[in-house]
Nanobody, 114 residues
C-alpha cells in the first residue's frame, strides 16, 4: 500500500487547512485510515481516524476543530483543520491500517504562526 499526502503549509492562527491522503496498491476491504502528527522532540500521536464504515475517533485536543472524512471510492482520507492553533504545528502523517499492519505516508508539514 502506498500513501500520498498533500495539503500542508503555513497558516496563521485561527486559519484552516485541508489535508488529503490517497491510498493505492493492495487495498483491503477492512481498513482504518487516519492522521497522526509529530512535533519536534515529541512522539507521534493520533489526531483522528476513520473506519471504512465511517466511525471516527479524535484526539481530545482537536475535537470540535478538526473533521476527518473519507471517500471509499477514491481510497482517500481528508482532514479538515479549522481554528488552527500554534500548538497544532507538526509534521502530519497519513496512516492506513488493515489486519494489524500499518502503512505510513511521507509527512506533510503544518505550521501555524501566532
Amino acid at each position: 500500500v502506498q500513501l500520498q499526502a498533500s495539503g500542508g503549509g503555513l497558516v496563521q492562527a485561527g486559519g484552516s487547512l485541508r489535508l488529503s491522503c490517497a491510498a493505492s496498491g493492495s487495498i483491503l476491504n477492512i481498513n482504518v485510515m487516519g492522521w497522526y502528527h509529530q512535533a519536534p522532540g515529541k512522539q507521534r500521536e493520533l489526531v483522528a481516524s476513520i473506519t471504512k464504515g465511517g466511525t471516527t475517533n479524535y484526539a481530545d485536543s482537536v475535537k470540535g476543530r478538526f473533521t476527518i472524512s473519507r471517500d471509499n471510492a477514491k481510497n482517500t482520507v481528508y482532514l479538515q483543520m479549522n481554528s488552527l492553533k500554534p500548538e497544532d504545528t507538526a509534521v502530519y502523517y497519513c496512516q492506513y491500517r488493515s489486519y494489524g499492519i500499518d502503512y505510513w505516508g511521507k509527512g506533510t508539514q503544518v505550521t501555524v504562526s501566532s
